[in-house]
């Protein structure tokens, strides 16, 4: 039955993120809609939909993780799919945002690609789009249609209460990400420190930790790891500052390159993520220490009550200080 | 000097296109422009000029070919990137259009991948584009934009008269490009001929040649290249039809999977094809008897003529039947 | 009661197809909407509706044959007084779209008019189009919104099925026609032949039929017959090369000028067309052998399904082939 | 040479204004540009340009009178072709807007089609437009485009100054145009009255002249004269309220229907009007007291400021009150 | 429950006319919404609703009265709160729209406003607006989005009409109001007369009363009254023509300055307006002989009617004259 | 002489930044374009240019600090008659905008006015902006037009450098502004803290100071003063962790409510600012220590650049951190 104009809701799963949709399909008792996704050899990717979507409301959960341009890619043309066959709404499902770093022009003739990619997905049809840990809250402001810019960061709090860790302390990578640092620490009571890096030359740079970590557990907190350079280098700074135990947590795994050997070298007491991004086999085996926690009960939860019309922000603290 | 409200000409070349742009840039006498174009670890692209574009007349080559998605999000980038550095007018050079084939429904539930695309050169910014035999000229009309739609047929056409092949026939190998191989063999002065296929079960089909091809030169004429099955079929056929030998013309030499290694191996007199898509030297070696025409004389042409407000129109024939 | 949040069918007709309309009318079991629709003494256009659509789910019904503009300008004011009227839902149904052949510059210097009206239609309004055998399937993504694009080819065919002929060829009298073609002979198990014109001088051309006619019954087949001219050329070939009878098959009877007249006269068997453009009467009484086929079944069907939200390609084929 | 960014000012006429084209032309010392405008048997406007507009800063001088919609719609084409040719700017020069009287609804469920018309004069691609005297000034908000909306009441009310009326009394003969009669009346420094028209049943009214005419001339003003039936009333009641001679002041000569032949054998002094509409020449030969002043002048003016960058407001008194 | 796809009414209330917003909440029977309206230090403000509006039917009732740009601003933030808080529709009541007298360019370099408004409140996110006598009907189509504009006009002449005096005449202050007047007049049954304003110096001007006034209650009518100086003028011009009594009736009551005190000293029988526009109460005590009609049924009954899909028009006559 | 298709610079002042538009004007050595700006009696903001802009290259120059909307309407509205006296190219500068804080939604049921704002600004007709020190560098991504967003902290450190503070700390007050601080410090040569302010109750919070800041001059840095109160609690606690002397540099000078009050009264040595926005002269002479550098020298190079096309990024470092 119809709800707020819309038919039932139809679930559709990009290649970006299949476990991860199946997980929500069976919370939501929703199938995964068929579909043939096909990335032909000229490389063109197709998308079909075997049954009518007409006047459905429908959910594309697509990430934007390796291979990050196919994926996006694939995501627009299911959009547009899903339009031209007439769906009642399309609401973009998208874990990870590719791209949301490259928000804004910190140098000359650069490029503004998270608002490029905001315009794409609604010239490409999207009614509204459900994302998480967005790099930066602004590009919410990217997008002119409406959208639901979700934290896991709750989860990762919740996860690191229940250590009772006693003398411990969060630490902030990167000073850009200093005040959401902060906001982790208030949620588990705990103080906050930084590292700041600092450019010594070309291709030098000194770290400092600024505020107190020595004999603590030190909590790492960031968005994504990309590479981990930045973490190895924090994990070892802390150690030498005199932190006893280190810990990471993070939302999003993107993992580039050797990250995942690099990660699993590091002497570091546990790493905690979520399937926000899909780690493949080969890179989990490298992290006998992850701890993943799964988006799944969140995204699910926020599509029906898009789905139902009712509030998505009571299911978070009024102001809870991540975006 | 300012000619029409923009500064010089300044040339960007893309990943894809580096050889036909560097050719293009000679010949204009306007060397390439200084850029970073970077794949991040996290595969990100990220493009960054080295020097100021503000009002000037820019161009970006940039093909689609292989790796289509990745070489889609850089142009996409690039124009992104010359319209928030204040380029007067971003002109997109696209030799070979990616997803052009997706550009109707002609079944239930697909997208229109080619608006899609043509939506997405728009809202990153470019003001103008130019491209080479769409596969449907109502291409065009996915612009809202001015555009010019240029053709390598005449190059190809030309190339084929020096031949002076006396008892010739042009070959359609595909029903859809009927009228356009008609358009071929009229420039030729030859006669036409069809090969028809037609499903036979849901995995076979039947071929059949309509028209005379008996003791003739079968020239096969197409838009584009890709997997080279067709060409394999049309080619024994002919030869069994009675052909005496068999040449192969098409634009785009798109070449995915192993179609180098079967074109290379077909009983086949010569191919004929042009630089749109630039074929990578491993797939190059393995066609002996391929002949590449360039195109950069033809854009490098137009560049100018757009940069300096001529016709475009006086350097084909009025009409030349090929959109 | 609404569905999908729209009220009920409310329907329209422009004064282009009031006989069509009608019929749709009645299988609906949905009354024609009152309204005044006033060509005032300066040519201006008005319409005013008899009662509120507030809400409803608006359908016009208007096509664009002669008086062509006219006819379109009625259908945009249509359109916006719908909007303006605050229909929940405005569906163009287009029977028969005008412009469809200046679908692209296959010249310099001239329009792409189809893009232009499609523009058009949204600008005034639209959220939705239902139109019937495109000239070009690539129109559809002209449009932005969605739409469904029917065809009635498969309504001739099954016509033509039933009258058993044993040895018939389908042939296309133009090669733009050539694969269409094909489809319809395929769908009739059939073979196909094609009609090759070819300029010969400045006001001059030569026709050859390519492919085997003789002893056979010839169904000639094509999207709409405007002149007549290539139809008269073609029958007269088709004689020549030895068919011992000729059928004519098409979708639009556009008929201008001395068309009917001139169809009349030839030496045919059969004229099969459909009712989406109404043959006015001192045309029809020309045209004695002339079967019509009433495509209001189909639109009434699809507007049925768009307004329940119900699958509109489970009615067609998956790849009917005539996009 | 280029002035502010466009090469020479280019000129093309639409079949609706040719003789007032040629006129501007002269007065240019432009010359027309070369194009075909065709209706084909099926009545669609076609369009092609003799020569190269690239860069060029276009003019297309296009009246939408009789036939309407055609012209309407030709003006839309050309303004496409241009714009797809690559004209620098295109300017659509339209002498009489059609449709200017539907601009707002004034009962339930009517259309606001002037509003249509500025939507699709910008969906085709116009950059800005020159019109004159617009039925109502708010019509220039309905362009979001720039443009010039010039005034031929000047014109009119300098012919009527040199007749040295010595009793004369302006008359607007709909209350709509109360305030624009009093600016003209102030320009010629008369006094004003109105005739008031007041419905006393369905199909009756009556008439009232409010303000003094008696042994006056009387100078009917308005905008334009589409079937002349207000301005025969007008005409007998003046004479019944004791006027001695009534003249009529009018821009837009639409004469629909019989309008000549009513105002031919109308008791009037003069007819002032322009040649913003071109009256056939069947039409003016029933108008023997007519005198048409011609907007060449005024349009050429413009264009030429317009193309070079001067300011158009100083051919005009700052406040001129006819918007 | 849902109708026509959207929840229930929400109704919300600017700071701009909270009384008024009171009463139409209380006809609704809808409470209005918690929110926080905050103008902080800096100026800016902000809005936060208290509760979910995901997928109900939004209604924002804020007036655009002094402080003008405030109320306006105060509108659009809450346009896009609403927005991107996901109501299902959001709809702008506006008793007053500001800035429609600045709706056309009565001379070079001026703005349009009203159009750049209209384009606010579009890019804001509202899907629909309501309003109530706008200056000019032809604001109307200054927006594109559907809406409902409405009239007071027979509120103010049913209240006339119950005095029943007997020798009484409608007059136009303004020459631009003369239709409505006109109109206003046929809805009593009463003769229309006109003051007419002519400049005669730079700052001096000569006022005229064109029609019969003498020894009859004169009935001045306008849309509005500013600062009063026309009102001003006209009592005084129209006793010295020798009416009897003189009332005032207009809709929206801006009183700027000190209009409220002249109005209070007036020789003025009655003054008839409506809250539209409330009058703040230091203001209200100087007009003793003012009655506020309330616009509060009209405006609740139209979102009743809006929001259930219900006819607007049929509260209006058909023909009501006043847009 | 026209350089990239527009006229000469033409240079038009809100009220809202008289004095720094002058300093523009002169360094620009341009004088400011004559116009009436005009606030009438109700509140609606009007403007008239004195000559014409046609084709010319035209700047307004308008901030939006107090009164904040009336000045942000009066921006917008200055726009409009720029665009619509056919300006050639409209550039806004915009010394501080405002509503930058209100840019993403951190809470649920909040606008993101930024990016309103920025539409607003779009929609009105600019084709750039220029800006200087946005709160947050993504706010760039809100426009789709090019645009220069400056920075004066170069200014700012270029000042405090000459003092040659041989023991001193850079200090962020929020944490917000973590990393510009750092980089701030960085081209100062000097370490980093930051203070740390934590919610302890529903109305009471704590503040630390994290890293070294006894016996040091401490530079707290921001990017504005709103009302002063993070700053009166910054200075208290510097002086508490031992600081012996304490500098405030910051770009805008908001300065709501008490601000310059409390500010004055503060043991503070030097407080540096720019005239982004103009501080009233009651204000003003409350600040006694207050040091303001002047940003006309920038924004006048600025426009100068934008004008002749050349670099604008060559005045600043390649990565200057501030955005």
Redesign the interface.
Known sequence: M??????DIVLYSGRGCQSLSSEISSRLMVPLGGCDVIK?????????????????DAFIVQTTS?????N??EL???I??L????A?RVTAVIPYL??A????????????????VA??IQ???AD?YITLDLH???????F?I?G??LTAFPLLADYMREKNLDEAVVVAA???F??KA?NFA?ELSLP???I?K??TGEFSSALTV??DVKDKDAIIVDDEV??GGTLVNAVQLLYDYGARNVYCCFVHP?L??N?AERLGQLPITEIVTTNSIEIPHEKFKLLPKITILSVAPLLSGVIN??H???????M?K????Y?
């Open positions: 119809a709800i707020f104009g819309y038919g032909f050899a000229n490389e063109n990717i197709f998308v079909r939909l075997h049954s009518s979507v007409r006047g459905q390796s291979p990050v341009n196919d996006l890619m627009l043309i299911f547009d799919t339009k031209r066959a007439s009642g590719a791209y770093r490259s928000d804004k022009k910190d140098q000359p003739r650069v490029p503004i690609t998270a608002r490029l315009d794409m010239v490409a049809g509204r930066a809250g602004q590009i919410q402001g990217f002119s409406p639901d810019t990167d000073l850009g200093a005040k902060r208030m906050v420190a930084f700041e600092r450019r600024i505020g990309n590479t993107v580039s390159g990250a009550r898009v139902e019309g009712r509030s998505v922000g009571e978070f009024p102001y809870h200080g975006s």
